[in-house]
T-cell receptor, first 114, second 112 residues
Framework: AQSVTQPDIHITVSEGASLELRCNYS??????LFWYVQSPGQGLQLLLK??????LVQGIKGFEAEFKRSQSSFNLRKPSVHWSDAAEYFC????????????FGGGTRVLVKP | DGGITQSPKYLFRKEGQNVTLSCEQN?????MYWYRQDPGQGLRLIYY???????QKGDIAEGYSVSREKKESFPLTVTSAQKNPTAFYLC???????????FGQGTRLTVV
């Protein structure tokens, strides 16, 4: 069975500073990997996805993530954070052989200081 | 505009009552999913369906039931057997295969 770990529950970053959110996964085959963002009381919005090919993927809102098979990681990065990036971020792994159901990490809440 | 609609946004029920959460999509997606979200626990899969008239249990299906009579609709019933039903419920859909899932805005269920 697949699993996802997001080691950081909360991260506080200053506006304009860089941001990196960690994600480690466990899956027996080549994974489908996703990052979603959630504002309070809202649904999840897809930031980016990795299925195959280039291990550095670009997403919306200036985010990027890098797939590292050797480390079983899919960390999310943004070079310069804006106040509007304050939200909760979820990493997820998809199981292609099982209806592509997603397994989510526990989430990382990002706070942005002015 | 295409999307996923969950209704209602807020729902209150008395303990011991069954309640049905609505999820409709007009994206022509084959697969649909129900997740439950609790603070600090991320999202957990309740049920999913890859095709009409077929569905599978997820990780926490006990106390829940679903139906998939139409491609567009995947309602979730929270039964009185669910011991701790108060939560935020999210519905999602995808084309299946190597595609991303898209989420509705959620329904917050409070059982008193």
């Amino acid at each position: 069975a697949q699993s996802v770990t997001q080691p950081d529950i909360h991260i506080t970053v200053s506006e304009g500073a860089s941001l990196e959110l960690r994600c480690n996964y466990s899956y027996g085959a080549t994974p489908y990997l996703f990052w979603y963002v959630q504002s309070p009381g809202q649904g999840l919005q897809l930031l980016l996805k990795y299925f195959s090919g280039d291990t550095l993927v670009q997403g919306i809102k200036g985010f990027e993530a890098e797939f590292k098979r050797s480390q079983s990681s899919f960390n999310l990065r943004k070079p310069s954070v804006h106040w509007s990036d304050a939200a909760e971020y979820f990493c997820a792994v998809g199981a292609p052989a099982a209806g592509n159901k997603l397994t989510f990490g526990g989430g990382t809440r990002v706070l942005v200081k002015p | 505009d295409g999307g996923i609609t969950q209704s209602p946004k807020y729902l209150f029920r008395k303990e011991g009552q069954n309640v049905t959460l609505s999820c409709e999509q007009n994206l022509n997606h084959d697969a649909m999913y129900w997740y439950r979200q609790d603070p600090g626990q991320g999202l957990r899969l309740i049920y999913y369906s890859q095709i009409v008239n077929d569905f599978q249990k997820g990780d926490i299906a006990e106390g829940y039931s679903v139906s998939r009579e139409k491609k567009e609709s995947f309602p979730l019933t929270v039964t009185s057997a669910q011991k701790n039903p108060t939560a935020f419920y999210l519905c999602a859909s995808s084309m299946g295969g190597a595609t991303a899932a898209f989420f509705g805005q959620g329904t917050r269920l409070t059982v008193v």
